[in-house]
Protein backbone atom coordinates (compact mmCIF):
# COMPACT_ATOMS: atom_id res chain seq x y z
CA UNK A 1 0.00 0.00 0.00
CA UNK A 2 2.81 2.25 0.65
CA UNK A 3 4.53 2.02 -2.97
CA UNK A 4 1.24 3.58 -3.81
CA UNK A 5 1.50 7.38 -3.30
CA UNK A 6 4.94 7.19 -4.78
CA UNK A 7 3.71 5.29 -8.22
CA UNK A 8 1.46 7.31 -8.78
CA UNK A 9 3.42 10.75 -8.20
CA UNK A 10 5.83 8.93 -10.86
CA UNK A 11 2.95 8.50 -13.00
CA UNK A 12 1.82 12.07 -12.62
CA UNK A 13 5.49 13.44 -13.52
CA UNK A 14 5.81 10.89 -16.32
CA UNK A 15 2.32 12.91 -17.44
CA UNK A 16 3.43 16.01 -16.50
CA UNK A 17 6.71 15.85 -18.42
CA UNK A 18 4.86 14.28 -21.34
CA UNK A 19 2.72 16.91 -21.52
CA UNK A 20 5.36 19.75 -21.39
CA UNK A 21 7.50 17.70 -24.49
CA UNK A 22 4.42 18.45 -26.42
CA UNK A 23 3.42 21.96 -25.29
CA UNK A 24 6.76 23.34 -24.80
CA UNK A 25 7.68 23.09 -28.03
CA UNK A 26 4.55 24.13 -29.10
CA UNK A 27 4.31 27.54 -27.34
CA UNK A 28 7.59 28.34 -28.48
CA UNK A 29 6.63 28.37 -32.05
CA UNK A 30 3.57 30.63 -31.19
CA UNK A 31 5.61 33.00 -29.55
CA UNK A 32 8.19 33.28 -32.61
CA UNK A 33 5.45 33.36 -35.02
CA UNK A 34 3.64 35.93 -32.21
CA UNK A 35 7.51 37.84 -32.57
CA UNK A 36 7.18 37.52 -36.26
CA UNK A 37 4.25 39.40 -36.51
CA UNK A 38 4.69 42.23 -34.43
CA UNK A 39 7.69 42.56 -36.95
CA UNK A 40 5.91 42.46 -39.66
CA UNK A 41 3.29 45.01 -38.07
CA UNK A 42 6.60 47.60 -36.89
CA UNK A 43 6.66 48.21 -40.42
CA UNK A 44 3.08 48.80 -41.64
CA UNK A 45 1.54 51.88 -42.11
CA UNK A 46 0.16 54.00 -40.36
CA UNK A 47 3.43 54.90 -38.00
CA UNK A 48 1.02 56.16 -34.50
CA UNK A 49 2.82 58.83 -33.17
CA UNK A 50 0.73 60.19 -31.13
CA UNK A 51 -0.08 56.95 -29.40
CA UNK A 52 3.73 56.36 -29.01
CA UNK A 53 3.91 59.69 -27.25
CA UNK A 54 1.16 58.87 -25.11
CA UNK A 55 2.54 55.96 -23.79
CA UNK A 56 5.55 56.88 -23.59
CA UNK A 57 4.27 59.87 -21.31
CA UNK A 58 2.66 57.37 -19.22
CA UNK A 59 5.78 54.84 -18.97
CA UNK A 60 8.13 57.87 -17.83
CA UNK A 61 5.55 59.95 -15.36
CA UNK A 62 4.06 56.16 -13.50
CA UNK A 63 7.85 55.18 -13.05
CA UNK A 64 10.24 57.94 -12.78
CA UNK A 65 9.33 58.62 -9.14
CA UNK A 66 9.93 54.67 -8.19
CA UNK A 67 13.43 54.09 -10.15
CA UNK A 68 15.05 57.52 -8.42
CA UNK A 69 13.89 56.16 -5.56
CA UNK A 70 14.84 52.72 -6.12
CA UNK A 71 18.23 54.09 -7.95
CA UNK A 72 18.65 56.29 -4.79
CA UNK A 73 18.85 52.63 -2.13
CA UNK A 74 20.56 50.58 -4.75
CA UNK A 75 23.69 53.38 -5.20
CA UNK A 76 23.73 53.83 -1.50
CA UNK A 77 23.72 50.64 -0.04
CA UNK A 78 25.57 49.20 -2.74
CA UNK A 79 28.69 51.89 -1.40
CA UNK A 80 28.23 51.18 2.15
CA UNK A 81 29.32 47.50 1.21
CA UNK A 82 31.35 48.10 -0.87
CA UNK A 83 33.19 50.98 1.66
CA UNK A 84 32.97 48.05 4.03
CA UNK A 85 34.74 45.97 2.56
CA UNK A 86 37.10 48.36 0.91
CA UNK A 87 37.87 49.31 4.26
CA UNK A 88 39.67 46.26 4.82
CA UNK A 89 42.19 47.03 2.55
CA UNK A 90 42.45 50.98 3.55
CA UNK A 91 41.23 51.06 -0.05
CA UNK A 92 37.92 52.99 0.20
CA UNK A 93 39.30 55.42 -2.38
CA UNK A 94 37.94 52.84 -5.10
CA UNK A 95 34.17 52.85 -3.70
CA UNK A 96 33.57 55.41 -6.69
CA UNK A 97 34.95 53.60 -9.23
CA UNK A 98 33.61 49.91 -8.04
CA UNK A 99 30.40 51.32 -7.43
CA UNK A 100 30.04 53.34 -10.80
CA UNK A 101 31.00 50.02 -12.76
CA UNK A 102 28.90 47.81 -11.02
CA UNK A 103 25.91 50.09 -11.35
CA UNK A 104 26.25 51.21 -15.13
CA UNK A 105 26.75 48.01 -15.96
CA UNK A 106 24.59 45.37 -14.36
CA UNK A 107 22.94 47.16 -11.30
CA UNK A 108 21.58 50.05 -13.05
CA UNK A 109 19.24 47.87 -16.05
CA UNK A 110 18.84 44.60 -13.54
CA UNK A 111 16.95 46.18 -10.80
CA UNK A 112 15.38 48.97 -13.20
CA UNK A 113 14.22 46.47 -15.22
CA UNK A 114 12.82 44.33 -12.54
CA UNK A 115 11.31 47.60 -11.21
CA UNK A 116 9.96 48.52 -14.81
CA UNK A 117 8.54 45.04 -15.33
CA UNK A 118 6.61 45.50 -12.24
CA UNK A 119 5.70 48.61 -12.94
CA UNK A 120 5.46 49.05 -16.33
CA UNK A 121 4.83 45.57 -17.91
CA UNK A 122 2.03 44.57 -15.25
CA UNK A 123 -0.15 47.76 -16.04
CA UNK A 124 0.11 46.59 -20.04
CA UNK A 125 -0.84 43.22 -19.55
CA UNK A 126 -3.69 43.90 -17.85
CA UNK A 127 -4.88 46.83 -19.60
CA UNK A 128 -4.35 44.43 -22.31
CA UNK A 129 -5.71 41.47 -20.71
CA UNK A 130 -8.83 43.74 -19.81
CA UNK A 131 -9.84 44.64 -23.32
CA UNK A 132 -10.08 41.23 -24.21
CA UNK A 133 -11.83 40.24 -21.55
CA UNK A 134 -14.77 43.05 -22.09
CA UNK A 135 -14.51 41.89 -25.87
CA UNK A 136 -12.71 44.89 -26.83
CA UNK A 137 -9.96 43.20 -29.21
CA UNK A 138 -12.70 40.79 -30.81
CA UNK A 139 -14.18 44.25 -31.58
CA UNK A 140 -11.02 46.01 -32.54
CA UNK A 141 -10.75 42.65 -35.13
CA UNK A 142 -14.05 42.85 -36.42
CA UNK A 143 -13.50 46.42 -37.80
CA UNK A 144 -9.99 44.86 -39.46
CA UNK A 145 -7.68 46.24 -37.19
CA UNK A 146 -4.45 44.36 -35.79
CA UNK A 147 -4.13 44.82 -32.29
CA UNK A 148 -0.56 44.05 -32.51
CA UNK A 149 -0.87 46.80 -34.64
CA UNK A 150 -2.54 49.07 -32.43
CA UNK A 151 -1.50 48.01 -29.01
CA UNK A 152 1.42 46.60 -29.03
CA UNK A 153 3.73 48.16 -31.57
CA UNK A 154 3.38 51.61 -30.33
CA UNK A 155 3.84 50.21 -25.96
CA UNK A 156 6.99 48.65 -27.71
CA UNK A 157 8.48 51.87 -29.55
CA UNK A 158 7.49 53.50 -26.59
CA UNK A 159 9.34 51.39 -24.05
CA UNK A 160 12.84 50.96 -26.34
CA UNK A 161 13.20 54.50 -26.03
CA UNK A 162 12.07 55.52 -22.55
CA UNK A 163 12.94 52.66 -20.66
CA UNK A 164 16.78 52.87 -21.17
CA UNK A 165 16.24 57.25 -20.39
CA UNK A 166 15.10 55.83 -17.36
CA UNK A 167 18.15 53.75 -16.98
CA UNK A 168 20.03 56.38 -17.42
CA UNK A 169 18.47 58.23 -14.81
CA UNK A 170 18.84 55.39 -12.21
CA UNK A 171 22.59 55.44 -13.31
CA UNK A 172 22.90 59.41 -12.05
CA UNK A 173 20.67 58.95 -9.50
CA UNK A 174 22.51 55.89 -8.16
CA UNK A 175 25.89 57.61 -8.52
CA UNK A 176 24.25 60.22 -6.30
CA UNK A 177 23.88 57.79 -3.47
CA UNK A 178 26.78 56.32 -3.75
CA UNK A 179 28.40 59.68 -3.74
CA UNK A 180 26.42 61.07 -0.08
CA UNK A 181 27.44 57.94 1.38
CA UNK A 182 30.79 57.61 0.78
CA UNK A 183 31.80 61.35 1.22
CA UNK A 184 29.74 62.23 4.29
CA UNK A 185 29.94 58.32 6.02
CA UNK A 186 33.49 57.25 4.70
CA UNK A 187 34.89 60.58 4.22
CA UNK A 188 36.09 60.08 1.45
CA UNK A 189 37.90 62.43 -0.46
CA UNK A 190 35.38 63.91 -3.61
CA UNK A 191 38.04 64.59 -5.70
CA UNK A 192 39.75 60.78 -5.43
CA UNK A 193 35.95 59.67 -5.60
CA UNK A 194 35.29 61.62 -8.76
CA UNK A 195 38.79 60.38 -10.37
CA UNK A 196 38.35 56.58 -9.41
CA UNK A 197 35.21 56.89 -11.37
CA UNK A 198 35.89 58.27 -13.70
CA UNK A 199 39.00 56.74 -14.69
CA UNK A 200 36.70 53.28 -14.86
CA UNK A 201 33.48 54.27 -16.07
CA UNK A 202 34.01 55.64 -19.22
CA UNK A 203 30.88 56.05 -21.75
CA UNK A 204 31.80 52.23 -23.31
CA UNK A 205 30.06 51.00 -19.74
CA UNK A 206 27.33 53.41 -20.01
CA UNK A 207 26.33 52.63 -23.41
CA UNK A 208 26.80 48.77 -22.33
CA UNK A 209 24.22 49.19 -19.30
CA UNK A 210 21.47 51.15 -21.28
CA UNK A 211 21.88 47.93 -24.07
CA UNK A 212 21.22 46.29 -21.94
CA UNK A 213 18.08 47.76 -20.80
CA UNK A 214 16.96 48.33 -24.46
CA UNK A 215 17.09 44.52 -24.62
CA UNK A 216 15.04 44.33 -21.28
CA UNK A 217 12.59 46.82 -22.57
CA UNK A 218 11.85 44.50 -25.54
CA UNK A 219 11.62 42.02 -23.53
CA UNK A 220 8.92 43.40 -20.77
CA UNK A 221 6.29 44.69 -23.47
CA UNK A 222 6.40 41.71 -25.74
CA UNK A 223 6.16 39.13 -22.98
CA UNK A 224 3.14 41.44 -21.23
CA UNK A 225 1.51 42.25 -24.16
CA UNK A 226 1.73 38.51 -25.04
CA UNK A 227 0.09 36.96 -21.99
CA UNK A 228 -2.44 40.34 -21.81
CA UNK A 229 -3.50 38.95 -25.67
CA UNK A 230 -3.61 35.62 -24.25
CA UNK A 231 -5.51 36.55 -21.27
CA UNK A 232 -8.60 33.58 -20.18
CA UNK A 233 -11.65 35.70 -20.62
CA UNK A 234 -13.96 35.34 -17.55
CA UNK A 235 -13.07 37.02 -14.00
CA UNK A 236 -9.37 35.70 -13.37
CA UNK A 237 -8.05 36.14 -16.90
CA UNK A 238 -6.77 39.15 -16.00
CA UNK A 239 -5.04 39.05 -12.66
CA UNK A 240 -3.73 35.07 -13.90
CA UNK A 241 -2.69 36.96 -16.68
CA UNK A 242 -0.78 39.98 -14.86
CA UNK A 243 1.04 37.64 -12.65
CA UNK A 244 2.30 34.89 -15.06
CA UNK A 245 3.11 38.10 -17.11
CA UNK A 246 6.07 39.93 -14.14
CA UNK A 247 7.53 36.45 -13.62
CA UNK A 248 7.83 35.47 -17.41
CA UNK A 249 9.31 39.21 -17.84
CA UNK A 250 11.61 38.64 -15.37
CA UNK A 251 12.92 35.41 -15.39
CA UNK A 252 13.38 36.51 -19.47
CA UNK A 253 15.87 39.80 -18.03
CA UNK A 254 17.22 37.38 -15.44
CA UNK A 255 18.63 34.63 -18.94
CA UNK A 256 19.06 37.61 -20.79
CA UNK A 257 21.06 39.22 -18.30
CA UNK A 258 23.67 36.33 -18.20
CA UNK A 259 23.70 36.04 -21.77
CA UNK A 260 24.92 39.27 -22.73
CA UNK A 261 27.13 39.76 -19.83
CA UNK A 262 28.82 36.40 -21.42
CA UNK A 263 28.77 37.75 -24.74
CA UNK A 264 30.15 41.49 -23.62
CA UNK A 265 32.73 39.70 -21.50
CA UNK A 266 33.66 37.27 -24.04
CA UNK A 267 33.91 38.86 -27.19
CA UNK A 268 34.15 42.47 -25.53
CA UNK A 269 30.71 43.81 -27.33
CA UNK B 1 -24.56 35.22 -49.41
CA UNK B 2 -23.10 33.45 -46.00
CA UNK B 3 -23.44 30.00 -45.74
CA UNK B 4 -22.65 27.66 -42.82
CA UNK B 5 -21.61 24.26 -43.71
CA UNK B 6 -21.64 21.27 -40.84
CA UNK B 7 -19.92 23.56 -38.92
CA UNK B 8 -19.21 21.99 -35.08
CA UNK B 9 -17.76 24.11 -32.39
CA UNK B 10 -16.86 22.54 -28.80
CA UNK B 11 -16.18 24.14 -25.58
CA UNK B 12 -14.17 21.40 -23.60
CA UNK B 13 -17.18 19.12 -23.91
CA UNK B 14 -19.75 21.48 -24.25
CA UNK B 15 -20.98 21.20 -28.19
CA UNK B 16 -21.93 24.14 -29.21
CA UNK B 17 -22.52 23.84 -32.59
CA UNK B 18 -23.34 20.50 -33.93
CA UNK B 19 -23.29 20.16 -37.95
CA UNK B 20 -24.54 23.08 -38.29
CA UNK B 21 -26.08 24.71 -42.12
CA UNK B 22 -27.57 27.56 -42.35
CA UNK B 23 -27.18 30.06 -45.47
CA UNK B 24 -28.02 33.51 -44.83
CA UNK B 25 -29.02 35.70 -48.23
CA UNK B 26 -27.76 38.96 -49.13
CA UNK B 27 -29.85 42.21 -49.32
CA UNK B 28 -32.26 40.62 -46.35
CA UNK B 29 -33.04 40.89 -42.76
CA UNK B 30 -32.38 37.63 -41.32
CA UNK B 31 -33.21 37.05 -37.51
CA UNK B 32 -31.53 34.26 -35.67
CA UNK B 33 -33.23 33.52 -32.11
CA UNK B 34 -32.74 30.77 -29.62
CA UNK B 35 -32.95 30.39 -26.03
CA UNK B 36 -30.09 31.96 -24.27
CA UNK B 37 -26.90 29.87 -23.91
CA UNK B 38 -28.29 28.24 -27.57
CA UNK B 39 -24.76 29.59 -29.79
CA UNK B 40 -25.88 32.62 -31.27
CA UNK B 41 -23.16 35.07 -30.03
CA UNK B 42 -21.15 32.17 -31.43
CA UNK B 43 -22.44 31.52 -34.56
CA UNK B 44 -22.03 35.27 -34.89
CA UNK B 45 -18.29 35.09 -34.28
CA UNK B 46 -17.84 32.62 -36.22
CA UNK B 47 -19.37 34.74 -39.69
CA UNK B 48 -16.56 36.92 -39.57
CA UNK B 49 -14.07 34.46 -38.48
CA UNK B 50 -13.23 35.93 -34.96
CA UNK B 51 -13.90 31.81 -33.92
CA UNK B 52 -12.77 29.21 -36.55
CA UNK B 53 -15.05 25.68 -36.52
CA UNK B 54 -14.14 22.60 -35.64
CA UNK B 55 -15.32 21.08 -38.69
CA UNK B 56 -17.27 22.42 -41.27
CA UNK B 57 -16.71 25.60 -43.61
CA UNK B 58 -18.07 28.98 -43.05
CA UNK B 59 -18.81 30.53 -46.62
CA UNK B 60 -18.80 33.90 -46.70
CA UNK B 61 -18.78 35.66 -50.34
CA UNK B 62 -17.70 32.39 -51.64
CA UNK B 63 -14.81 32.64 -49.88
CA UNK B 64 -13.83 29.68 -47.40
CA UNK B 65 -12.89 31.97 -44.55
CA UNK B 66 -10.99 28.89 -43.43
CA UNK B 67 -8.55 29.15 -46.04
CA UNK B 68 -7.50 33.01 -44.85
CA UNK B 69 -4.91 34.29 -43.29
CA UNK B 70 -5.64 36.53 -40.02
CA UNK B 71 -4.64 39.37 -42.40
CA UNK B 72 -6.90 38.39 -45.77
CA UNK B 73 -9.64 38.27 -42.62
CA UNK B 74 -8.72 41.52 -41.18
CA UNK B 75 -9.08 43.15 -45.18
CA UNK B 76 -12.61 40.89 -45.36
CA UNK B 77 -14.40 42.25 -41.89
CA UNK B 78 -14.16 45.95 -42.83
CA UNK B 79 -16.81 45.25 -44.96
CA UNK B 80 -18.88 44.07 -41.53
CA UNK B 81 -20.41 46.17 -38.88
CA UNK B 82 -20.79 44.22 -35.83
CA UNK B 83 -23.01 45.59 -32.73
CA UNK B 84 -21.37 43.23 -29.88
CA UNK B 85 -23.50 41.79 -27.42
CA UNK B 86 -21.92 43.70 -24.58
CA UNK B 87 -21.33 46.89 -26.95
CA UNK B 88 -17.37 46.19 -26.40
CA UNK B 89 -16.73 50.04 -26.51
CA UNK B 90 -13.26 50.93 -26.27
CA UNK B 91 -12.46 52.23 -22.38
CA UNK B 92 -9.33 54.13 -23.55
CA UNK B 93 -11.93 55.99 -26.45
CA UNK B 94 -14.50 58.46 -25.90
CA UNK B 95 -18.13 57.88 -27.48
CA UNK B 96 -17.26 60.36 -30.49
CA UNK B 97 -13.63 58.67 -30.68
CA UNK B 98 -15.41 55.05 -30.32
CA UNK B 99 -17.67 56.09 -33.67
CA UNK B 100 -14.54 57.48 -35.03
CA UNK B 101 -12.77 54.55 -34.81
CA UNK B 102 -13.56 52.63 -37.46
CA UNK B 103 -13.42 55.62 -40.17
CA UNK B 104 -9.98 56.68 -38.87
CA UNK B 105 -8.76 52.77 -39.31
CA UNK B 106 -10.56 51.56 -42.63
CA UNK B 107 -9.15 54.56 -44.65
CA UNK B 108 -12.29 55.29 -46.24
CA UNK B 109 -10.55 57.95 -47.93
CA UNK B 110 -12.64 60.83 -46.61
CA UNK B 111 -11.39 63.68 -44.93
CA UNK B 112 -10.92 64.38 -41.62
CA UNK B 113 -13.72 67.12 -41.65
CA UNK B 114 -16.24 64.80 -43.23
CA UNK B 115 -15.18 61.59 -40.85
CA UNK B 116 -16.28 63.73 -37.94
CA UNK B 117 -19.43 64.68 -39.70
CA UNK B 118 -20.18 61.23 -40.38
CA UNK B 119 -19.41 60.75 -36.98
CA UNK B 120 -21.91 63.10 -35.86
CA UNK B 121 -24.00 62.27 -38.04
CA UNK B 122 -24.46 58.51 -36.27
CA UNK B 123 -24.59 59.45 -33.44
CA UNK B 124 -27.35 62.23 -34.04
CA UNK B 125 -29.55 58.96 -35.65
CA UNK B 126 -29.50 56.97 -31.92
CA UNK B 127 -29.87 60.13 -30.06
CA UNK B 128 -26.52 60.28 -28.50
CA UNK B 129 -24.85 63.46 -29.66
CA UNK B 130 -25.29 64.94 -25.84
CA UNK B 131 -23.02 62.15 -24.56
CA UNK B 132 -20.22 62.45 -27.77
CA UNK B 133 -17.71 63.47 -24.80
CA UNK B 134 -17.99 61.03 -21.91
CA UNK B 135 -16.48 58.02 -21.67
CA UNK B 136 -18.02 54.07 -22.06
CA UNK B 137 -17.65 53.99 -18.09
CA UNK B 138 -20.10 56.52 -17.62
CA UNK B 139 -22.86 55.42 -19.71
CA UNK B 140 -25.84 53.05 -18.71
CA UNK B 141 -25.94 49.60 -20.13
CA UNK B 142 -28.23 50.56 -22.98
CA UNK B 143 -26.59 54.12 -23.89
CA UNK B 144 -23.20 51.90 -24.23
CA UNK B 145 -25.17 49.64 -26.61
CA UNK B 146 -26.41 52.54 -28.43
CA UNK B 147 -23.10 53.93 -29.15
CA UNK B 148 -21.93 50.30 -30.47
CA UNK B 149 -24.86 50.39 -32.70
CA UNK B 150 -23.73 53.88 -34.07
CA UNK B 151 -20.13 52.49 -34.25
CA UNK B 152 -21.40 49.80 -36.37
CA UNK B 153 -23.04 51.70 -38.89
CA UNK B 154 -21.03 54.65 -38.84
CA UNK B 155 -18.80 53.09 -42.07
CA UNK B 156 -21.74 52.09 -43.86
CA UNK B 157 -20.84 48.44 -44.36
CA UNK B 158 -22.35 46.32 -46.70
CA UNK B 159 -23.32 43.30 -43.92
CA UNK B 160 -24.08 44.38 -40.34
CA UNK B 161 -24.13 42.33 -37.69
CA UNK B 162 -26.44 43.24 -34.46
CA UNK B 163 -26.13 40.85 -31.05
CA UNK B 164 -29.31 41.03 -29.53
CA UNK B 165 -29.68 45.21 -30.41
CA UNK B 166 -32.56 46.14 -27.96
CA UNK B 167 -31.42 44.41 -24.88
CA UNK B 168 -31.57 46.27 -22.30
CA UNK B 169 -33.30 49.21 -23.38
CA UNK B 170 -37.03 50.73 -22.69
CA UNK B 171 -39.69 50.15 -25.38
CA UNK B 172 -39.56 53.24 -27.20
CA UNK B 173 -36.10 53.38 -27.82
CA UNK B 174 -36.17 49.26 -28.28
CA UNK B 175 -38.91 50.52 -31.43
CA UNK B 176 -36.49 53.04 -32.18
CA UNK B 177 -33.34 50.95 -32.87
CA UNK B 178 -36.10 48.31 -34.60
CA UNK B 179 -37.06 50.94 -37.01
CA UNK B 180 -33.24 52.07 -37.60
CA UNK B 181 -32.86 48.61 -38.35
CA UNK B 182 -34.84 47.99 -40.86
CA UNK B 183 -34.28 51.98 -42.75
CA UNK B 184 -30.84 50.66 -43.17
CA UNK B 185 -31.34 47.91 -44.45
CA UNK B 186 -33.72 49.82 -46.52
CA UNK B 187 -31.59 52.24 -47.80
CA UNK B 188 -29.49 49.68 -49.63
CA UNK B 189 -31.25 46.68 -51.59
CA UNK B 190 -27.46 45.08 -51.07
CA UNK B 191 -27.67 45.67 -47.50
CA UNK B 192 -27.46 42.43 -45.59
CA UNK B 193 -28.49 42.63 -41.92
CA UNK B 194 -28.36 39.50 -39.39
CA UNK B 195 -29.96 40.26 -35.59
CA UNK B 196 -29.65 38.08 -32.62
CA UNK B 197 -32.71 38.33 -30.46
CA UNK B 198 -34.81 37.00 -28.17
CA UNK B 199 -37.54 39.65 -28.90
CA UNK B 200 -40.06 37.91 -31.03
CA UNK B 201 -42.90 40.48 -31.60
CA UNK B 202 -40.39 42.13 -33.45
CA UNK B 203 -38.43 39.22 -35.10
CA UNK B 204 -42.36 38.69 -36.86
CA UNK B 205 -42.73 42.43 -37.05
CA UNK B 206 -39.08 43.07 -38.98
CA UNK B 207 -37.52 39.78 -40.20
CA UNK B 208 -37.46 38.87 -43.60
CA UNK B 209 -36.01 35.26 -42.41
CA UNK B 210 -35.48 33.68 -39.12
CA UNK B 211 -33.48 30.59 -38.38
CA UNK B 212 -33.59 28.92 -35.06
CA UNK B 213 -31.33 27.34 -32.86
CA UNK B 214 -31.64 24.64 -31.15
CA UNK B 215 -28.98 21.93 -29.78
CA UNK B 216 -26.78 23.18 -32.16
CA UNK B 217 -28.75 23.07 -35.07
CA UNK B 218 -31.13 25.18 -37.21
CA UNK B 219 -34.06 23.40 -36.55
CA UNK B 220 -36.14 26.54 -38.61
CA UNK B 221 -35.37 28.96 -41.30
CA UNK B 222 -37.80 30.44 -43.58
CA UNK B 223 -40.28 33.68 -43.43
CA UNK B 224 -42.24 34.76 -40.39
CA UNK B 225 -45.06 33.52 -41.37
CA UNK B 226 -43.66 29.86 -42.10
CA UNK B 227 -42.42 30.30 -38.43
CA UNK B 228 -45.72 31.34 -37.32
CA UNK B 229 -47.45 28.09 -39.05
CA UNK B 230 -44.73 25.75 -38.20
CA UNK B 231 -45.26 22.37 -36.82
CA UNK B 232 -42.73 21.57 -35.23
CA UNK B 233 -43.21 21.46 -31.45
CA UNK B 234 -40.08 23.32 -30.46
CA UNK B 235 -40.70 25.83 -32.19
CA UNK B 236 -44.40 26.25 -31.50
CA UNK B 237 -42.93 25.97 -27.87
CA UNK B 238 -40.16 28.69 -28.04
CA UNK B 239 -43.32 31.00 -29.89
CA UNK B 240 -45.55 30.50 -27.22
CA UNK B 241 -43.11 31.14 -24.62
CA UNK B 242 -43.95 28.19 -22.34
CA UNK B 243 -41.59 26.19 -19.78
CA UNK B 244 -43.61 22.67 -20.51
CA UNK B 245 -42.85 21.11 -23.26
CA UNK B 246 -40.36 19.29 -25.47
CA UNK B 247 -37.48 21.47 -25.32
CA UNK B 248 -34.81 21.24 -22.81
CA UNK B 249 -33.59 23.79 -20.77
CA UNK B 250 -30.07 22.44 -19.21
N1 LIG C 1 -14.89 31.68 -25.54
C1 LIG C 1 -15.64 30.72 -24.98
N2 LIG C 1 -15.06 29.77 -24.23
C2 LIG C 1 -15.79 28.79 -23.68
N3 LIG C 1 -17.11 28.66 -23.83
C3 LIG C 1 -17.75 29.57 -24.57
C4 LIG C 1 -17.04 30.65 -25.19
N4 LIG C 1 -17.93 31.41 -25.86
C5 LIG C 1 -19.14 30.83 -25.67
N5 LIG C 1 -19.04 29.72 -24.90
C6 LIG C 1 -20.14 28.84 -24.50
O1 LIG C 1 -20.93 28.59 -25.62
C7 LIG C 1 -22.31 28.58 -25.27
C8 LIG C 1 -23.08 29.47 -26.20
O2 LIG C 1 -22.69 30.81 -25.96
P1 LIG C 1 -23.33 32.04 -26.74
O3 LIG C 1 -22.70 33.25 -26.17
O4 LIG C 1 -23.22 31.82 -28.19
O5 LIG C 1 -24.86 31.96 -26.31
P2 LIG C 1 -26.03 32.87 -26.83
O6 LIG C 1 -26.92 32.03 -27.65
O7 LIG C 1 -25.50 34.10 -27.46
O8 LIG C 1 -26.77 33.20 -25.46
P3 LIG C 1 -27.37 34.60 -24.95
O9 LIG C 1 -28.70 34.73 -25.57
O10 LIG C 1 -27.46 34.42 -23.47
O11 LIG C 1 -26.42 35.67 -25.36
C9 LIG C 1 -22.38 28.97 -23.82
O12 LIG C 1 -22.66 27.81 -23.07
C10 LIG C 1 -21.04 29.51 -23.49
O13 LIG C 1 -20.67 29.13 -22.20
MG1 LIG D 1 -25.24 35.93 -26.97
Not at chain 1, 85 to 90: A, C, G, I
Not at chain 1, 147 to 165: D, G
Not at chain 1, 182 to 211: C, T, Y
Not at chain 1, 225 to 254: D, F, P
Request: net charge neutral.
Amino acid sequence: MRALPLLSSIHRLVAYLGRLAVELPRQVGLFMLFLGEIFRQLLRRPFRLGSIIKHAEAMGNHSLAIICLTALSTGGVFALQMAGLFKVFSAENMVGGATGLALTTELAPLIGGFVLAGRVGSAMCAEIATMVVREQIDAMEAMGVSPIHYLVVPRLIAAAVVMPLLIGIFMVVGMLGAYSVSIFLFEVDQGIFLEKLVALVGHNEVIKGLRKMFVFALIITVVSCRYGLQAEKGAKGVGVATTNAVIAALLGILFADFVISYMQLRWSL
Amino acid sequence: MIFFRGVSKTFGRHAVLDDLDLHIERGKITFIIGKSGEGKSVTLKHIIGLMRPDAGTVIVDGVDLGSLGEGELLALRKNFGVLFQQAALFDHLNVFENVLFPLEEQGAGLSRALREQRAEEVLALINMLSVRDKYPGELSTGEKKRVGLARALSSKPAVLLYDEPTTGMDPLVSEMIDKLIVEVNAHDPQMTSVVISHDLKAAMATAERIIMLYKGRGILSGSPQEFRNSSDPVVRQFFAGRVEGPMEFF
